[in-house]
């Protein structure tokens, strides 16, 4: 069978597992015995693709999610730097290449500045890899 010629270290390490969910998947969708005999290479090919689009986007919801869980509920105002709570939540839509991407980013408002902001990690134009 075709492979990629190089895919990155997160998903090397977990291709075994991958290689049995397809396996799995495999079985449940068509039974030991595949596809039957004259099923269209394209239906085929349109399940997969379905269910592709189905685990991106369920992946990079659930990944967010963790995400956005574990942001601050406190950080520093960007304008005087005193220590503010973030206990509000403000939702986030995004269209990524994974689909459509939903979450809550932690919201902050510094009462002496008068000002608004959403705390991150990173700073504007950081890139993690």
């Given at each position: 069978?075709?492979?990629?010629?190089?895919?990155?270290?997160?998903?090397?390490a977990v291709r075994p597992y991958l290689e049995?969910?397809?396996?799995?998947?495999?079985?449940?969708?068509?039974?030991?015995?595949?596809?039957?005999?004259?099923?269209?290479?394209?239906?085929?090919?349109?399940?997969?693709?379905?269910?592709?689009?189905?685990?991106?986007?369920?992946?990079?919801?659930?990944?967010?999610?963790?995400?956005?869980?574990?942001?601050?509920?406190?950080?520093?105002?960007?304008?005087?730097?005193?220590?503010?709570?973030?206990?509000?939540?403000?939702?986030?839509?995004?269209?990524?290449?994974?689909?459509?991407?939903?979450?809550?980013?932690?919201?902050?408002?510094?009462?002496?500045?008068?000002?608004?902001?959403?705390?991150?990690?990173?700073?504007?134009?950081?890139?993690?890899?």
């Amino acid at each position: 069978m075709a492979r990629a010629a190089k895919r990155s270290a997160p998903v090397e390490a977990v291709r075994p597992y991958l290689e049995g969910v397809a396996k799995n998947l495999a079985d449940k969708l068509y039974g030991p015995n595949g596809p039957p005999w004259g099923t269209k290479l394209t239906q085929i090919e349109d399940l997969l693709l379905e269910i592709r689009a189905f685990l991106s986007e369920e992946m990079l919801a659930q990944l967010l999610a963790r995400q956005a869980a574990g942001s601050a509920s406190a950080a520093l105002c960007p304008g005087c730097q005193r220590p503010i709570a973030c206990p509000d939540r403000n939702p986030r839509i995004l269209q990524t290449r994974a689909g459509e991407a939903e979450w809550s980013e932690p919201e902050g408002y510094c009462p002496k500045c008068r000002q608004a902001f959403f705390p991150s990690g990173a700073k504007p134009g950081d890139r993690h890899q």
